[in-house]
């Protein structure tokens, strides 16, 4: 009986071991994967110039001197990703993961594994002397390769703290309002920005920001990833002098057709207008 | 006991076969060609399917010259990454002088016939090559400047009849990897066993005169080429450098607009740093990027 009862055992495990092997994915009979290490960190922006310091005074590569007395501008969501390709499970995996190609030239990246995401849109004072909190965000461990930041306008929802109801009104529902003086040679150019972006495919969101940020967990790696906006970039290619609309107070504005604002869009949706680094608390 | 072993020797017998099963299904062979398709047979506009492919801006254009140097073809196995087989070329084709817009590329036999990732190269011709559609001139062109890609033709302007003529060469060497097949939208491709399987480079002369190279929206356009085109009314790739995209020019200086007077915009998705925001490396981006695999099949792209 004893040996009966132990070959049923016998059959019964093996019968369930060709089951669970005939029904396991294929790579998963031939390799091991391991997933990312779940932690939190904090996340901040801050507008600043080429070298990283917050805003004053800059020079433009058309020969403007330009300085700034407000800028303000939606930010978020962004996301940060790993930029190292998927695991490889298969074809069909590579059609739905993280390979994301389509026709002309869109998005040939692969963004890999997203590290962190700030879900929350926020208005940012693009002057402040030190970076705004995004807020601390739920991850992966991992080397951030890349950013991606969404553009869109402010709508009317209720901001998200660390977004004072003061700074949400200077933008008067678009999405980047900027004031301050222009000068070159005797000709100075009080102006004023209100852009809107146009919801035009992927106009409204920067993809592929460089970066190379070590993400660990904030009790081991105490500091937060800051995502810069280059205010001197978004403003390089600006020819002021093809302002000639002003508002009821003197200030020239970008308006729809001028240069001014065609050079400024580019520059806003353009990934080197931005930067992704590490600070230290 | 029996019935035991059995089980033992299927459980092994489901292992092996997991691991090694596609390795023993023999060879085929792999044939290339390359192919331009309906724009290079026609000019713009052209016709596929139901739809016209035609400038916004009134222009129409034919092709007399589309050279390409296409090498470095690549099968690679998909668990492992390793090499399978490298055909190194390169061949220089002018896949206008086609009269179907395609040409021979190559011919790989001893394939194990299995699925295999598939990529490629436009490189820039070296020396002259034994045998060519594309004269020994434009080759010699083709390497004194490092182009991959020369493309040349005639566009005329359906309303005004103004006529230009373009002649445009690329640095555009650049390696295609895990193309996705667009025969089935599987990656790579399947060699069958004791055949030939076929397949074609689709070089897509389109993405050289769309106005974006962001997805969605795209208008094909010409009216900024023909602007720099300057007295002789020839356009090489040293006028489209002159091109400012934040600053379009039409022929008389003026800001160039569309047909509703608002000012013509190109759409760099972003991707040009602010030191290439002309014409010239917008269009060289997107003919960096340019070709499909077996129809609209898309592959990832990185400079060489």
Partial sequence: MMRISALRRTKKLLASATLLLAFLPQPFSCSVETAGKAIRFRTAVQGAIGDGQSVTAFETSRGWTVEL????????????????????????????????????????????????EVIEQYVIDLLADAPTSTGEVQGEAGTCHTAELHLHPPG?????????????????????????????????????????????????????????????????????????????????????????ETDGDGNYLFSDDTQARTALLQAVRNRYSYRVDWREP | MKYSTSLLICVLGLLLLSCVGEDTAGEGSFALEVSGGAALRDGFPYKEGDVTYAFVDGWELEFDKYIIAVGDV?????????????????????????????????????????????GFSFLAPSELPEASSASDEDIQLMIDNEWSLFVAGEAQHAATSRTVRFEIGLPVAASYYECINGKDTTLGVAIEANKTTGAF?????????????????????????????????????????T??????????????????????????????????????????????????????????????
């Fill in chain 1, 156 to 244: 009317d929802q209720q901001l998200p703290a660390g977004s004072s109801q003061a700074e949400f009104a200077k933008l008067d529902g678009y999405s980047i309002v900027i004031e301050g003086t222009a000068t070159r040679d005797a000709s100075t150019i009080p102006f004023r920005v209100a852009l809107d972006i146009p919801d035009e495919g992927t106009m409204r969101i920067v993809q592929n920001i460089a970066g190379e940020v070590e993400l660990d967990d904030e009790s081991v790696r105490p500091g937060r990833i800051v995502v810069q906006i280059l205010l001197d970039a978004w403003l390089d290619k600006v020819d002021f002098s093809t302002l000639t």
């Fill in chain 2, 74 to 118: 690549r099968f690679i196995e998909q668990d492992s990454g390793s090499e399978v087989e490298i055909w190194a070329g390169p061949k220089v084709v002018d896949l206008a002088k086609s009269a179907m817009g395609a040409e021979d590329l190559t011919t790989i036999e001893g394939l194990p016939a299995r699925r295999l990732d598939f």
């Fill in chain 2, 243 to 304: 091109q400012d995209l934040t600053d379009l020019r039409d022929a008389n200086g003026d800001p160039l607009v569309d047909d509703e007077g608002h000012p013509v915009v190109y759409n760099d998705g972003g991707l040009l740093p602010p030191s290439q925001w002309t014409l010239y490396h917008f269009v060289r981006y997107a003919a960096r990027a340019s070709a499909h695999f077996n129809g609209i099949g898309l592959c990832k792209v990185k400079d060489i």
């Fill in chain 2, 201 to 241: 480079i689709y070089a897509h002369a389109i993405h050289l005169f769309w106005d974006t190279l962001a997805s969605g929206d795209e208008d094909l356009r010409f009216e900024a080429f023909a602007a720099v085109a300057g007295d002789d009314d020839l356009v090489t790739e040293e006028e489209l450098k």
């Fill in chain 1, 69 to 116: 007395e407000s800028a303000h501008s939606v930010f978020g969501p962004v996301y940060f990703y790993g930029g190292e390709p998927m695991a490889r499970t298969g074809p069909l995996m590579h059609l739905f993961g993280g390979v994301a190609m389509a026709c002309p030239t869109h998005a040939q990246y692969d963004y890999g594994a997203v590290l962190g």
